[in-house]
């Protein structure tokens, strides 16, 4: 359920980069009527983590592998896009909780939500949805989720998380590839009903999912088995035997390059088809492909719209075409992938109402803001701004990339790259890497031209500052 | 993170069973004292699912498969043990959507908990709990999972639900096997990182976890590996060809058939080690053990402290025994099974504090009104009526087991169970079924004596008029 907001925030940054008609109608609001009370800027009083953090982390590292925390927050404190630490470091946040935070911290909007005693049932009485939902989920799931699907996306299916809906997207392939074998009939043989029991063909069969490298789809094992971002997620563990296939790794910009980068689409399709031919002819066969429109975690890698199409037709001659994480979220299947049975995607919970209910309160807050004319505005000022320290610095940065605010730019080295998030953060300034080499930013949807202007003076200092 | 509310809720009963001296000193409230206002008994007026949930799973059924939707529940109205339908129909209910509601439904405590701002802001504020977690983290993870967790199991990593869970402690067995094999060295071959990344040996190594019939993990592709309870939850679906033993299937009651349940679990026993040295040697060794205390899903069975005792010495040989579900928690890792570097178990949220909200409020009433007494009294009261009914109908039910008011009985045909369970609900009484022949019962902690009374008058009633 909760991916589903990330999912739809890339939506609707997509959308909002690609209907410039919609943004010019709306009016930008000034900044301080998206949460009063915001800080000016940041301020930085120690290192971070400070000396509190610290002591926390001690405390943490005691009961579990805590290595990969980098501060404590106070979220009594935080606010908006400001990010404060237990020190009482306030940092702007354009990393948000790994793009989890759509409207920032302590939004009063979503506080008042819990205003409502009926909103507070829906906190207390979590159901296990799939055997007893409560008399409003049709209704919501149709008012909330649906609204914000692509319209060819008709049917929802919740889950638990971004891992687990992929899990499930996969289950479904597999039971489409195999409903598609049986042809009409709807009747499990024998010998698949006790083979599976037991893990073993003809029950379990022997398919496979086709996925990129440099792909991050989860970390569960069936997810995992499609993630090629890290060697550090994947060392040590199983996995399945699939086909994993080149994903586009373009020169930017795009328009100077356009030779090179059709070539290297050419590339990785004919690697695709190939791929498809040896896991057929090693009895494992593709029942489907898992793509992000843009490998976000792997290093926001972008494929052109010729790479999705092509894909596509070369699945349609046999299979579904998954995309998952940026573009389409991962739990809206379309009704070919919808299992004839009940009880096949399932779990206990699936989903949770009180997150879907802290969706509406965002959706309400961006239509009632404009909040996608300022991710436009704020976009353009940030990727134009990107766009200048490239010329500026071009030993240190290149390849400015991205949609509305979901932007990142190439360092030169990862050295360099980590040295960069590092000396922000001291300025104040909290962003995040993907891959080995990218920045990525994902500011709240509540970041506005302000706070750009704000992200792009520290970073131009800590660029200026690079020896 | 959720799944820790049912571990736990499991826990507590086991404790309650196994400590009568503490239940003896608290005096038992009467039940008004628990929920005001709640329903004196069970209403029906219409068919269970009526009219308005019919509508509403057509409605739903558009959008979804929601062929396991049984009804449409009122959650504004449903209070303590009472679920209240979209038709007005008033359940006591048994089972607590599938066991997962320990204080009923709208506990007052519970709603009260969101009267308080900074819990509301711990609902809107979801941190990355890897690397951004609130100042009260640390201590909230000490003063309330690990003060339920068995002492021996001191650390703990939070997830994001049972399967999740199950998943990262299958992760972490994994790398602790490996780590194992590498000895002191905390280096990974530069042959262990390429290969990883594509799925092959030696980075994703050739290993096996050993599971049981009839066992139920979850339902992502690693979990779903280790679960063999129901065929339909894995036909289709790809899965790791690993060891699947047999669980001890008892004869009741125990102390009667003393003799061949001991034969029992030297034969499973003997299939243990047997599918070790078969799995070893056709290259895909045991990492670890997967097993339930007591195997709910999969027909609430039961094995012998002899029977765990054994199998623990057998694993120690060799491995760390990863008990999930049922007595201890499925996120609770001890020191051994803890990664030497982050990120490895690791994913966006890890957990969701609002959650562990919810169970620190659980914690506190369980304590306050002394919910281990009314567990042990109404426990009691439930297995000997269970008991009664199999003398009284002993062509209709036998092997009444379990531990405080987590018990089953077994029906003497598949079609009878399904029966016994629906006819139930007619006369409002909302349970569930377990394996092929059981029906569970998995009442909130709330469940009085008064409420076994009603229960075993309406299940005395079903039996009686069953032909």
Known sequence: MAQITRSWLSSLKRISQQNGSVQKTCALRASSAFIAGEPEGPTVKTDVPGPKSKQLLNELSVIQQAGSVQLFADYERSLGNYLVDVDGNVLLDVYTQISSMPLGYNHPDLLQLLNDPYNVKTIVN????????????????????????????????????????????????????????????????????????????????????????????????????????????????????????????????????????????????????????????????????????????????????????????????????????????????????????????????????????????????????????????????????LRSFEQEFPHLLHSARGRGTFLSVTCSSARLRDDLIARLKKKGVQTGGCGELSIRLRPALIFTPKHADIFLDRFRQVLKETK
Chains 1, 2 share one sequence.
């Open 126 to 385: 979590r159901p296990a949805l799939g055997v007893f939902p409560g008399a409003d989920w049709p209704k919501k799931l149709k008012n909330i989720l649906l609204q914000v699907a692509p319209p060819e996306l008709n049917h929802v299916t919740t889950m638990m998380c971004g891992s687990c809906s992929n899990e499930n997207a996969y289950k479904s392939i597999f039971i489409w590839y195999q409903q598609k074998q049986r042809g009409s009939s709807t009747d499990f043989s024998r010998e698949e009903i006790e083979s599976c029991v037991v893990n073993q063909p003809p029950g379990s069969p022997s398919l496979s999912l086709m996925s990129f490298y440099g792909a991050f789809h989860g970390r569960t094992l069936g997810a995992l088995s499609t993630t090629h971002s890290k060697y550090i997620h994947k060392i040590d563990i199983p996995a399945f035997d699939w086909p994993v296939a080149s994903f586009p790794q373009y020169r930017y910009p795009l328009e100077e390059n356009r030779r090179e980068n059709d070539a290297e689409d050419k590339r990785c399709l004919a690697e695709v088809e190939d791929l498809f031919a040896q896991f057929s002819k090693k009895g494992k066969p593709v029942a489907g492909i898992v793509v992000e429109p843009i490998q976000a975690e792997g290093g926001d890698n972008e494929a052109s719209p010729h790479f999705f199409q092509e894909l596509q037709r070369i699945a349609k001659q046999d299979m579904p075409l998954q995309k998952t994480n940026n573009q389409l979220p991962d739990l809206i299947n379309s009704c070919c992938l919808r299992p004839l049975q009940p009880y096949r995607v399932f779990n206990t919970w699936m989903g949770d109402p009180s997150k879907l209910l802290l969706l509406q309160g965002v959706l309400e807050v961006v239509r009632r803001d404009s909040l996608l004319a300022v991710v436009q505005k704020s976009g353009e000022k940030l990727l134009t701004g």
